[in-house]
């Protein structure tokens, strides 16, 4: 039997929001999988218990480019809320998000080698970081080269979405950038959602099919409602439209006479673990410290 920690029920705590107590009991009967207790909570406590997964932990910010047929959307990481603030940093993610779009960098490793303002974008980052004195790191960036139109959001900086899309409308376009920022669909459509998640949302499903006691036929047909109902909340196709849930997404879009092709999302720091403090170790280090000198 693993040892569960005071650090792990915290770490688990901080992901699903669940009671202390929840936590240590799920983190023992998962034998200190951290993973799979959050799936027992998930059971028990429904939706609750995965409020905390949006949660936005590390810092920096999304910026976009569109030229034309031609787009880009970056994340660009920093340590700190402070740094988001800061002109050079902003400046030098939005010259980021340019090079994509016209340079077409095969990785984050390509465009560090880009020649930006007399030097690599490599250099100016470096350059950047001695001046602001905090590190940061180009994360990640999706581009978009096509025959459609391509629109972008930015809900602030830590939030970014790029669409392309038919329409005669513009607006359509922009109206569906800002419903996919609200509402983080995963996939055009519920065919499209990935594989993995599937499978996750079914376990879950099935567990608590089992929980309920229900007869095998209907905890089936339990564990099949549930997968349809999540493949509907997580496609965009299938979602409610925020500026009028009397029809779906893909009923606005029929209605407009437009279509949308393809998205991409970034929503800074997600999946990054922030580093987290521990405010009390560390005066005690400093205190056992400067008894030892």
Same mark, same amino acid.
């Given at each position: ?45 429904? @939706?609750?218990?995965?409020?905390? *997964?949006?949660? =936005?932990?590390? &810092?920096?910010? %999304? !910026?976009?480019?569109? +030229? ?120 055009? @459509?519920?065919?499209?959602?990935? *594989?993995?998640? =599937?499978?996750? &949302?079914?376990? %879950? !499903?099935?567990?608590? +099919? ?84």
């Amino acid at each position: 039997m693993a040892a569960i920690t005071a650090a792990m029920v915290g770490e688990l705590r901080a992901k699903t929001d669940a009671p202390m107590m929840e936590c240590k009991k799920a983190l023992t009967e998962a034998d200190g999988d951290m993973e799979r207790a959050e799936e027992i909570l998930r059971v028990k406590l429904g @939706s609750k218990a995965s409020k905390a *997964a949006s949660r =936005i932990t590390a &810092e920096g910010v %999304v !910026a976009s480019h569109i +030229a034309g047929k031609v787009g880009a959307l970056v994340e660009v990481n920093c340590e700190t809320d402070f740094v988001t603030k800061n002109d050079d940093f902003l400046k030098f993610s939005a010259d980021v998000s340019k090079l994509v779009a016209e340079h077409n960098p095969a990785d984050v490793a390509a465009l560090g080698a880009l020649p930006l303002d007399g030097k690599t974008v490599e250099e100016q980052r470096a350059a950047l970081v001695g001046r602001i004195g905090e590190n940061m790191s180009i994360r990640r960036f999706k581009r978009f080269e096509t025959n459609a139109k391509l629109t972008a959001y930015l809900h602030g900086t830590r939030i970014g979405v790029m669409v392309e899309f038919d329409a005669a409308d513009e607006q359509v376009g922009k109206d569906v950038a800002m419903h996919i920022a609200a509402m983080k669909p995963v996939a055009l @459509s519920s065919e499209q959602v990935p *594989a993995d998640l =599937i499978e996750k &949302e079914r376990s %879950v !499903a099935h567990l608590k +099919a089992v929980e309920s006691g229900k007869p095998a036929d209907i905890a089936t047909k339990m564990v099949e409602g549930s997968v349809q109902k999540f493949l509907k909340e997580v496609s965009l196709f299938n979602q409610q439209f925020v500026k009028n849930d009397k029809q779906t997404v893909e009923q606005m879009l029929k209605a407009s006479n437009a279509s949308v092709k393809a998205f991409t999302m970034f929503v800074v720091g997600e999946g990054i673990e922030k580093k987290q403090d521990d405010f009390a170790a560390e005066v005690a280090a400093q205190v056992a410290a400067a008894k030892q000198a």
